[in-house]
Each structure stands twice: as structure tokens, then as C-alpha cells.
């Protein structure tokens, strides 16, 4: 039942940009974040971000779940899945745990599949921390986490509902 409420929130959410955009755009609320137009910068977004058909963005993006249609330059980050619909050109490097590319997409660069649990070193990457914090938050309890043969492991699921709880140290 919350899965559904929460694409039904992100649903309610929905942002559309038609027009050319530069800057900055952070959402740290799920929304679903829809280009049909021009935008270079960087994106952030909790929930969806959707490339148009005809949008071309030049940007760094990060997001839950991201379906291209149209072009996408930039290095692309998503907790959850991409998707490259049968028309998309994507150019620049990718995290994901999930990828689909449907024939016709073309995809040029480098993709990372994320893991469902980290160590030290890989979350303090996920996250864009210092190992020494990802340490300390461990140490003192501050952060989700279990042992393995004395090493700190944290599961991708636990860290993204701790980061979007705002329980960041």
C-alpha cells in the first residue's frame, strides 16, 4: 500500500518544462519532472525525471527513476532504474542497479550497475562523503549498518530511506 501512495504523490507532483532552462534545479520532495524543452546545468530530483521526445538536456542528473526519450550529455546517476526508449541518444556515463535499452537507443559511454550494499568506500562514493565520516557514522550508530567479517556494510534500500528521512548527520 505505500509503494501506491507514493507514485500516487509522485504523480500528484507532476512538473512539466517546456521551455529553454539553465541553472540549478534541486527537488528533494518526489516529484515527476517532465523536459520537453532545452535545460543545461545539474538535476537533482526525489521520484521521476522524464527526457521528452524532442528535450535536449546537457547536465549532471541525479534521480530515482529516469526515462530518456529524446538526448541526454552528462553523467547520469539513478537509485533505482534508466530507461533509454527506442528513439533516445544518451552520451555520458551512467549509475544504475537497473538499465533498459530499447532497440533504436543509442547509449555512448560508461555504465556502473550500483549495488545493493555498499562498503565504506562505496558509499562514502554514493553519498559524495569522506570515508572518516562514513566511519564515524557507523561507529556511533548515526547511520544504518551491519558488520561482515569486521567491515562495515550498508544496504543501498536502508541508506536512500535514511537520506530521505533527512537523518543525514
Known amino acids: 500500500m505505500a509503494m501506491r501512495d507514493r507514485k500516487r504523490e509522485i504523480d500528484d507532483r507532476v512538473i512539466t518544462v517546456d521551455s529553454a532552462m539553465q541553472g540549478s534545479l534541486t527537488f528533494k520532495d518526489p516529484v515527476h519532472l517532465r523536459i520537453?524543452?532545452?535545460?543545461?546545468?545539474?538535476?537533482e530530483a526525489q521520484g521521476i525525471l522524464e527526457v521528452g521526445e524532442?528535450?535536449?538536456v546537457e547536465a549532471t542528473v541525479t534521480a530515482?527513476?529516469?526515462l530518456i526519450l529524446g538526448k541526454v550529455?552528462?553523467?547520469?546517476?539513478?537509485?533505482?532504474?534508466i530507461t533509454l526508449r527506442s528513439h533516445a541518444i544518451l552520451?555520458?556515463?551512467?549509475?544504475?542497479?537497473?538499465?533498459?535499452?530499447?532497440?533504436?537507443?543509442?547509449?555512448?559511454?560508461?555504465?556502473?550497475?550500483?549495488?545493493?550494499?555498499?562498503?565504506?568506500?562505496?558509499?562514502?562514493g554514493y553519498l559524495?562523503?569522506?570515508?572518516a565520516t562514513i566511519l564515524d557514522w557507523a561507529n556511533n550508530g548515526k547511520i544504518p549498518a551491519f558488520?561482515?567479517?569486521?567491515?562495515w556494510r550498508f544496504e543501498r534500500k536502508k541508506i536512500d530511506e535514511w537520506v530521505s528521512s533527512n537523518k543525514v548527520a
Open 64 to 66: 530515482e527513476d529516469i
Open 128 to 131: 559524495e562523503v569522506d570515508m
Open 147 to 151: 558488520k561482515e567479517s569486521n567491515h
Open 91 to 124: 552520451e555520458g556515463n551512467i549509475k544504475t542497479p537497473a538499465l533498459t535499452i530499447e532497440e533504436g537507443a543509442v547509449f555512448q559511454g560508461r555504465c556502473a550497475m550500483l549495488s545493493d550494499v555498499f562498503d565504506t568506500e562505496g558509499l562514502a
Open 73 to 81: 550529455r552528462g553523467d547520469i546517476v539513478a537509485t533505482k532504474r
Open 54 to 56: 524532442g528535450a535536449s
Open 36 to 43: 520537453n524543452g532545452k535545460f543545461e546545468g545539474t538535476l
